[in-house]
Structure formats: structure tokens, C-alpha cells
């Protein structure tokens, strides 16, 4: 090969080895050698023989090459006259962009207004974790998931209607799922609602997402609880909230510091079963002012029930939603933590006002979780594999809690445990004189992962400590746990 175009080629490196063909990989070099300019319009590329014996391949795969980026237009073949490259990138050829970290002259796309300002309140790292261990939040006992009862169903769905589990699915969601959650709702939350009013989405936090594209306007302010929900305040901050930290106390939500910051708010965002992260269940008294103050703001109260199955405490409160009369209250349920997380799986019930926009919503663009998932647990909840798994887990995790606070005796007066009456996380508060992100990592470098108290709050808060996970730790992990943050140098500043 004895012109320009020629020395080019000769620089091609084809590996053998590679999973990708020699033949797509002569196309995507020769694709990459024109577009980067190497090749220029109007070039003439060597006759398919040459290149064969240049690049050491077969004419046959030379020909497969060429012949694509004949398709795409890329090179052009003039009968008896050989083959260019065409003239067309000439006039159209795209800018070029080097894609390298250290390039600093290309300009950042620009971001929406909404965005930009919202990143400035994210929570830091509110991604989740997939790996369970001793104080790891969010992760339900995936250990104790019923894995046979799970596989037998989803192969029989495999086997069944090919269209009801391919095909593209209801809108709002599997309608068999959407009547078994109205059904476990009534049975454990005390929750009357129609199916209709259910929407499924792909969890939690898409539920938050869509409720704030529906209700708020940019700078519509937000009541968050403080600390609160992570995910959740960065889903509301995304659809323009401004968003209102609230204290919270041991009976929830405190209403008072919301109406003397925000009395004028849209939605109010509230944890009642669980708070999250200090494990409070909202008082009967505090409920009905929260109902009170939306009902005067003429906003909505979006209640998170993220764990709210797993109770184990002695009077168990209903629903905020189950006591809503003036139809205020926008449900939001997960099986993230029912289940397991990876299913992407939630759902929203909303009330019957709300149900003409959530229908055109969802009917118009939103897309759901697969239908062969929402089959599934839709069976897994009609076969009643459900309830029978939230009542061992139940069981489960109230041992697993009682183990924690047994074992966590040692660390009195250095971190200290709190009491909670369910779900699989709690708070533990660091004695003031210790140094939060010396015990994180300390503890990290022993492989004990603690999420801080900070990372749920939007407003700083006083108290120092960490959301405790103990849910997907066996007994002895957590005991193992518990030794490790003991003997942290930091901690045992305080111990001895
Ligand atoms: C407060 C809260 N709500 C909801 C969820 C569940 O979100 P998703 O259903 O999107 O997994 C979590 C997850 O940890 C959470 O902490």
C-alpha cells in the first residue's frame, strides 16, 4: 500500500483472540480512521485483495467490512473506479471530541435550572447497598428469602400465557397485583382502597418522583422531616421542591416548627411507621395534626411506609392513610424491603381525587416495572407466601434486633444502641467528645460499613451517631460487628 490511505490501513492491529470478530473489528477501525479523520473524503481506500494481504485476513472478510460501511455511507464505490470515502463527510463531518479525562476545553452540557439548583441539597451517597453485613441499612434478610416457593411460580409463568407476561402491560400495573396489595393493605394496615386507586411503579422512590411531577411547581415548598429519607428528598428536590427540614421528635413529625417555617407548603413528607432514620412511630396525637395542617394548607401528605410490616412492637398505630378522611394522604409502599430491592417494585394509593391524573400520567408515558415480576408476586401474595414470610420475618428481624442491643451492652456510653419497635435499622447515638468520621473509618477499614446520621439530614442536627442496619446480618455477624466498633481506637477513647 503506497499512498497515505495505504500507511494508515497497514497501522490497523487485529487481535485473534478477541470475543469480536475480525471482521467487525476491520469495520470498526476503518469506521474509527474515517471519522477521526485519518481517512479524509475522497480518499481512495486499496482494492479489498490488498487489503486482505496487508491486514493478513481473508478477502471475504475484508468484503463484509467494506460492504457495511458501503451501507451506512460511509465509503462509496464507483464501478471500476475502486472505492472513496465519502464526500459527504467533507461538509457534515461532526465536531471532534477527544474523551479524555484530562481535556478541559469541552463545555459541560448545560444542566435545567431545576437540577442545578436541587444538587445543591442531595443527600451524598443515597445510593443503596446490594452486599449484607453486620450494620448495613436498607437490605432486608435476603438469607431467609423463600427462594424454592419463588422459583417454582416465575417457571410457571414461563410456561403459561406468553402475552400476558411478554406483552407490553396495563399501565398502572398487573391488575391481579394491584387487588392482591388492596387485600394485604386492608388485612395489615387497616387501609380501605379500591384497586383502581393503586398504581405500581419501580419502587419507592419512582412513586415520589411521579407525585412531585403531578403536584409540585418549581419552589413549591416541601415539608421533610429532619432528619428524613434520603432518596425521597432527592426524588422531590428533582421535581423543583424547596424543600422545609421539620424537626422531629419521639412522636414524629413535629407540626409546630412546620407551620412556624412553612405554612403555606404543598406536600409534606412523613415516615409515621418508622421514621426514618430514628425509628419513632408517629403518635395518634401528632397524626391528626399533620392531617390538620394539610387540610389548612390544602396540600397532600405523602406517608412512606417503607417497612412498616415488620412491627414488632406492642400497639401497633394504622395507617395515616387508614384515618384520612378528607382524602389528604398519598400511600407509598415498597416490596424493596418485603421482598428484596432488586425486584424494583413499589406502589402509590392515591386518593380517589388524584385518580384522573395518575390515570393520564401513567397512561400517557410512564413506564413500570416487567409484568412477569408483578405476576409473580402477585401469585406469591394470592398463594399466601406473603404473609407467612412477613410473619417470620418478623419474627426474624425482632431477634436479630434483640441480639444487637444485647450484644451492643459493651459499647454503653461510647455509642449507644436505641431502643425501636420495628423494621431492621436503628439509631445509635456516639457520645459527643467521640469523632463521627474517625469511628466510619475506622470501622471501614476493618470492612464495617456505618451510615451516619448526617447523611439523612438537610439541616444539621445535634445528635452525632449512625442508622444501625441488622437485617441482613446473621446473629453472629452482628455479634462480630459489635466486637469490631469496641476495639476502634476512637471508640475505645470512651470505653476504658
Ligand atoms: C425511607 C425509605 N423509603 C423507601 C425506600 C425504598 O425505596 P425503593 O422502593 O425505591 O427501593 C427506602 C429504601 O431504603 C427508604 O429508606
Given at each position: ?120 441539597s442531595f443527600a451524598p451517597r443515597a ?98 422531616e429532619n432528619p428524613g429519607a434520603s ?54 396525637a401528632r397524626r391528626f395534626a399533620l ?206
Amino acid at each position: 500500500m503506497k499512498n497515505a490511505a495505504g500507511a494508515l490501513l497497514s497501522s490497523i492491529q487485529l487481535d485473534r483472540n478477541s470475543r469480536v470478530s475480525v471482521s467487525v473489528q476491520l469495520y470498526q477501525a476503518l469506521r474509527e480512521l474515517i471519522l477521526s479523520g485519518g481517512l479524509r473524503a475522497g480518499d481512495r481506500i486499496p482494492a479489498t485483495r490488498t487489503l486482505a494481504k496487508e491486514t493478513g485476513v481473508s478477502r471475504t472478510t475484508v468484503i463484509d467490512a467494506v460492504d457495511r460501511l458501503v451501507a451506512e455511507g460511509m465509503l462509496v464505490s464507483k464501478v471500476g473506479a475502486g472505492t472513496y470515502v465519502s464526500d459527504t463527510l467533507e461538509s457534515q463531518r461532526p465536531p471532534q471530541i477527544v474523551n479524555d479525562t484530562e481535556t478541559t476545553n469541552v463545555p459541560k452540557p448545560r444542566l435545567s435550572y431545576t437540577i442545578s439548583h436541587a444538587q445543591e441539597s442531595f443527600a451524598p451517597r443515597a445510593w443503596l447497598p446490594h452486599k449484607a453485613g453486620s450494620f448495613v441499612t436498607a437490605l432486608p434478610a435476603l438469607d431467609a428469602f423463600p427462594v424454592a416457593h419463588w422459583s417454582r411460580i416465575s417457571a410457571r409463568h414461563m410456561r403459561g400465557e406468553r402475552g400476558l407476561v411478554m406483552g407490553y402491560g396495563e399501565p398502572k400495573g398487573f391488575a391481579p397485583l394491584r387487588r392482591a396489595i388492596a387485600m394485604h393493605l386492608k388485612a395489615l394496615k387497616g387501609i380501605t382502597c379500591d384497586p383502581e386507586q393503586i398504581y405500581i411503579t419501580t419502587g419507592a422512590q419512582q412513586a415520589f418522583s411521579l407525585i412531585g411531577r403531578l403536584f409540585l411547581n418549581p419552589g413549591d415548598r416541601v415539608w421533610m422531616e429532619n432528619p428524613g429519607a434520603s432518596g425521597a428528598r432527592n426524588a422531590l428536590l428533582s421535581e423543583g421542591a424547596e424543600l422545609v427540614p421539620v424537626d422531629v421528635d419521639a412522636e414524629g413529625i413535629v407540626v409546630e416548627d412546620g407551620l412556624k417555617k412553612a405554612p403555606h407548603f404543598r406536600l409534606a413528607f412523613v415516615t409515621p411507621s418508622h421514621q426514618q432514620p430514628l425509628g419513632h412511630v408517629m403518635s395518634l396525637a401528632r397524626r391528626f395534626a399533620l392531617l390538620q395542617a394539610v387540610e389548612d394548607a390544602q396540600g397532600f401528605v405523602v406517608e412512606d411506609d417503607y417497612d412498616g410490616e415488620f412491627y414488632f412492637g406492642n400497639s401497633p398505630q394504622p395507617a395515616l392513610r387508614s384515618i384520612d378522611t378528607g382524602e389528604r394522604v398519598i400511600f407509598v409502599g415498597t416490596f424493596s424491603k418485603s421482598l428484596f430491592p432488586s425486584l424494583r417494585l413499589g406502589f402509590t394509593v392515591v386518593p380517589h381525587r388524584m385518580i384522573e391524573a395518575f390515570d393520564r400520567l401513567f397512561a400517557s408515558w410512564v413506564s413500570g416495572p416487567p409484568t412477569m415480576t408483578q405476576a409473580i408476586v402477585a401469585d406469591f401474595m394470592d398463594e399466601g407466601h406473603f404473609a407467612t414470610h412477613i410473619r417470620m420475618m418478623r419474627r426474624l428481624y425482632k431477634a436479630r434486633f434483640d441480639t444487637l442491643m444485647e450484644a451492643s451492652e459493651v459499647l454503653k456510653g461510647a455509642i449507644d444502641v436505641q431502643p425501636t419497635s420495628g423494621g431492621f435499622h436503628t439509631p445509635a447515638f456516639l457520645a459527643s467528645e467521640l469523632d463521627e468520621a474517625k469511628v466510619i473509618a475506622q470501622a471501614a477499614e476493618r470492612d464495617v460499613t456505618l451510615a451516619p446520621l448526617s447523611r439523612y439530614c438537610l439541616a444539621p442536627i445535634e445528635q452525632k451517631g449512625f442508622a444501625l442496619g441488622f437485617g441482613s446480618a446473621t446473629p453472629e455477624e452482628i455479634r462480630k460487628g459489635v466486637d469490631v466498633l469496641r476495639d476502634l481506637p476512637e471508640v475505645r477513647k470512651k470505653l476504658v
